[in-house]
């Protein structure tokens, strides 16, 4: 097996391990099973578990912010690509096997002993953020909207993560509504 398609392997299994069990209740026994590697393979392309995580927690960050800016882009303004981002949420969070932020649950779990999670988490937070703040500039809002924005989104997350029920999705998009539409009044974004 060549040492992309076992990093590959490597990291599927973290993600859906660390995901669905959380990240200390996994060991590297596990992930290697799972991921069908020896150990000794797992530890040449990981020497460590944090360097694991580490990597887990960088690929999901990608992929998330491709993912969420993918479904959000088609729509026609960016005042729609801004409601587009709870409907997104919406089906992220109707899948079987959301458990909430992968972030939050990592900084939850490491945060306070872990650097380089807080970091990552961190980054991945302002990257979200950054996000919505461009759709925002785009749309001719006032910067005031991503902060509240992003706020409705994270509480959103965790609702829907402690609920076990999409629907906290569709009540942030409802409440991201009446922002936009007062931010609107404000500056006069066209829709």
Same mark, same amino acid.
């Given at each position: 097996?060549?040492?992309?398609?076992?990093?590959?392997?490597? +990291?599927?299994?973290?993600? #859906?391990?660390?995901?669905?069990?959380?990240?200390?209740?996994?060991?590297?026994?596990?992930?290697?099973?799972?991921?069908?590697?020896?150990?000794?393979? +797992?530890?040449? @392309?990981?020497?460590?578990?944090?360097?694991?995580? #580490?990597?887990? +927690?960088?690929?999901?960050?990608?992929?998330?912010?491709? =993912?969420?800016?993918?479904?959000?882009?088609?729509?026609?303004?960016?005042?729609?690509?801004?409601?587009?981002?709870?409907?997104?949420?919406?089906?992220?969070?109707? =899948?079987?096997?959301?458990?909430?932020?992968?972030?939050?649950?990592?900084?939850?779990? +490491?945060?306070?002993?872990?650097?380089?999670?807080?970091?990552?988490?961190?980054?991945?937070?302002?990257?979200?953020?950054?996000? @919505?703040?461009?759709?925002?500039?785009?749309?001719?809002?006032?910067?005031?909207?991503?902060?509240?924005?992003?706020?409705?989104?994270?509480?959103?997350?965790?609702?829907?993560?402690?609920?076990?029920?999409?629907?906290?999705?569709?009540?942030?998009?409802?409440?991201?509504?009446?922002?936009?539409?007062?931010?609107?009044?404000?500056?006069?974004?066209?829709?």
């Amino acid at each position: 097996m060549e040492r992309a398609e076992a990093e590959q392997r490597i +990291l599927d299994a973290a993600e #859906e391990l660390f995901y669905g069990r959380g990240i200390q209740a996994v060991g590297m026994d596990t992930i290697r099973s799972t991921a069908a590697v020896s150990l000794k393979r +797992l530890y040449q @392309i990981f020497p460590s578990k944090d360097s694991l995580v #580490e990597a887990y +927690l960088r690929r999901r960050d990608a992929r998330w912010l491709r =993912e969420l800016a993918q479904y959000a882009e088609p729509h026609d303004s960016p005042a729609q690509q801004l409601l587009a981002v709870f409907d997104w949420l919406y089906r992220w969070f109707s =899948e079987p096997d959301f458990h909430g932020c992968s972030f939050v649950n990592s900084f939850g779990e +490491l945060g306070a002993t872990s650097p380089a999670v807080a970091d990552i988490t961190r980054a991945h937070k302002r990257a979200f953020w950054q996000y @919505i703040a461009d759709l925002v500039a785009a749309a001719e809002a006032p910067t005031w909207l991503a902060d509240h924005l992003v706020l409705l989104a994270e509480g959103a997350i965790t609702t829907a993560a402690v609920s076990g029920s999409p629907e906290p999705a569709r009540q942030a998009k409802d409440a991201a509504r009446i922002l936009l539409r007062t931010a609107r009044m404000q500056a006069d974004i066209p829709t």
